[in-house]
């Protein structure tokens, strides 16, 4: 019997089917190699966004632990600047309300005075009232005073001829006619005297009605009415006050109005997601004290998903931007197409590394990273599975017939 199988594995037909078996088999395991290239190593990535807070203060509602999912525009946390500096402020607040009391006290002196004015309006108008009834009461007189002296001069004149004329003819002495002679000059004189004292008061008159207050013990204007003008002095000195400290509270209220804007700015910032993702990384909690501008919490996003491939360098002619390529999940059936659209070499990665989720681990400069960009739509349930970023993935790169030739001879 064992002859006989000897025999039968010995036969020459058989021997050429095995043989042709077995070079099938090598060359269907060979042929991937053959007709494509496969990465070393290949991670699904995406880049993240540092989220920071532009004002100091300390962290309201910090977001929970790293890898839940987040809505475009969530409210993740707030920063609450307790610790605001608002002494400008105050001193803008207190200047104003130190011109506003200056004000107030400005506006109700100016109303005593405009009173008081009023009250030496009333005084000066009554005093030249007062005056003038003095004076006409005084011409009145002394035109009274003068027509009796004008009568009596009148009689005497009449007496002094009579006596003229009788002494003339012997029959009157002449210390009559010398006494009535002296009688008529006296007169004559107190006339021209009651007439210049008139004509004074005529002027002192005129005067009074153009204002102008004369006469003996008087200046030119009362004493109120100089009041009057001291107080229009003072009037317009407050008022130039009152115009003054009213622009300077303008000026204030402009101020006080910017420094509020200020504040309210840096009183109070609230942290939103500018895109659907992931929290990747959170450096806080709740009640932390954090300093403006530093990296508070990192979001991966969740749109623009891609794959970084690292092959060799041998391959430098295969991988091309816009060639379409196989993306295989690994350990599971999924897979799915991509498109290259960017060709890095491998030491330039750890430049990259700062604004990408997941990191390729031992790159080599003598590597290449091809990155692929992919189809969010082909990725099912991307909340539940953290949007797949740092899953491993196997690519397979199509070789052009040149490079398959190449690599046949």
């Not at 060359?27 to 494509?36: E, K, N, R, W």
């Not at 659907?276 to 709740?286: A, D, N, Q, T």
Request: charged fraction near 25%; glycine fraction near 4%.
């Amino acid at each position: 019997m064992t002859e006989k199988k000897s025999v039968v594995w010995n036969r020459r037909p058989v021997r050429v089917t095995l043989s042709v078996c077995l070079i099938a088999v090598g060359v269907y395991a060979l042929i991937p190699f053959v007709l494509s290239v496969t990465s070393s190593r290949s991670v699904i990535n995406t880049t993240v966004l540092p989220m920071t807070s532009p004002i100091n203060g300390f962290v309201h509602g910090a977001p929970q632990e790293a890898g839940r999912w987040i809505e475009r525009d969530e409210l993740l946390f707030t920063v609450a600047n307790e610790n605001q500096n608002r002494s400008f402020l105050n001193e803008l607040l207190t200047e104003r309300r130190t011109l506003a009391q200056r004000i107030d006290a400005f506006t109700v002196q100016a109303e005593d005075l405009q009173q008081l004015m009023t009250q030496l309006g009333v005084n000066v108008y009554q005093y030249q009232r007062f005056t003038s009834d003095r004076i006409e009461h005084e011409i009145a007189r002394l035109e009274a005073d003068r027509a009796a002296r004008q009568a009596a001069l009148s009689s005497v004149r009449s007496n002094l001829s009579r006596q003229q004329q009788l002494n003339d003819n012997g029959y009157a002495r002449d210390v009559e006619v010398e006494d009535l002679t002296f009688q008529v000059q006296g007169l004559e004189a107190e006339i021209s005297s009651i007439a210049a004292q008139v004509r004074v008061l005529e002027a002192d008159q005129a005067g009074l009605r153009a204002g102008t207050f004369v006469g003996i013990g008087r200046n030119d204007v009362p004493y109120s009415m100089q009041r009057a003008d001291e107080i229009r002095i003072l009037l317009a000195d407050i008022a130039a006050r009152l115009s003054e400290d009213r622009t300077r509270i303008a000026e204030i209220d402009r101020e006080i109005l910017i420094e509020q804007e200020q504040l309210a700015r840096t009183e109070r910032f609230e942290v939103r997601s500018p895109m659907p993702g992931v929290l990747w990384r959170s450096y806080i909690y709740p009640g932390a004290a954090v300093p403006s501008e530093n990296e508070l919490i990192v979001i991966a996003d969740c749109e623009t998903l891609f794959v970084d491939a690292a092959v060799s360098n041998r391959s430098v002619n295969t991988v091309m931007p816009g060639m379409q390529v196989s993306v295989r999940l690994v350990g599971s059936s999924m897979q799915f197409d991509g498109i290259v659209s960017n060709v890095y070499g491998g030491a330039s990665m750890l430049a990259l590394d700062r604004t990408q989720a997941a990191v390729l681990i031992d790159v080599e400069a003598s590597e290449i990273v091809a990155r692929i960009a992919i189809d969010i739509s082909e990725l099912p349930q991307l909340r539940e599975n953290a949007c797949y970023i740092g899953r491993q993935v196997s690519v397979e790169f199509p070789k052009q017939t040149m490079s398959f030739l190449r690599d046949m001879f």
